[in-house]
């Protein structure tokens, strides 16, 4: 019966331990996604600034 016991609390650990890797994984990707997004507007805007200053030449 220990032994069961044992074997029970190990799975539970493992689960534990997957849910809490899976919710790390899961920050790390928005923390990527939102800087991702602030990257892409600064292209945006030295885009837009160069285009403007070709075109004004």
Not at 46 to 57: D, H, V
Request: charged share 10%.
């Amino acid at each position: 019966m220990d032994s069961r016991a044992q074997t029970s609390f190990e799975y539970l650990l493992t689960v534990a331990f997957g849910i809490v890797l899976v919710i790390a994984a899961l920050l790390i990707a928005l923390q990527l996604n939102s800087i991702a997004s602030a990257q892409k507007a600064k292209i945006i805007d030295y885009r837009s600034s160069t285009i403007g200053s070709l075109i004004n030449q």
